[in-house]
């Protein structure tokens, strides 16, 4: 799977027609296809697809926004909204890439690598 997901493969999926309340702790990447409320904590990279909607907390290692995400997240390396995503909240990262089209309304702070 080498998209603009990265090189590395997802390992665990939150599927469309799923809601799922809680806390998430995993050492490899995520994808949220479905709704996720709590907190989402990985070593890895999360997706957030167009299906997807995340409210809550994210600590990770990357973000792709395509879907929604409202509350708080801290991304080690890159967090890319896409054009389709929405952003509403404080987030933390050292790269940010917004889209053309995408929406961030919140707070942005850079961190180093």
Known sequence: MEDKRGKNQ?????GKATTFLGTIS?????QIDGKQ????????????SET???QGKIQAESL???GSF?????VNGKLEIL???KLRGQAEMAIL?????????????????
């Open 83 to 85: 054009a389709t995503g």
């Open 37 to 48: 409320e709590g907190e989402i904590t990985t070593k890895g990279g999360v997706v957030i």
């Open 64 to 66: 792709l926004l395509a």
């Open 52 to 54: 997807g909607n995340v």
């Open 97 to 113: 890439i917004v889209e053309e089209g995408a929406q961030f309304e919140g707070e942005s702070r850079q961190n180093k690598k």
């Open 70 to 74: 409202e509350g708080e997240t801290i």
């Open 10 to 14: 997802i390992q665990t999926i939150i």
């Open 26 to 30: 995993s050492a490899e990447n995520i």
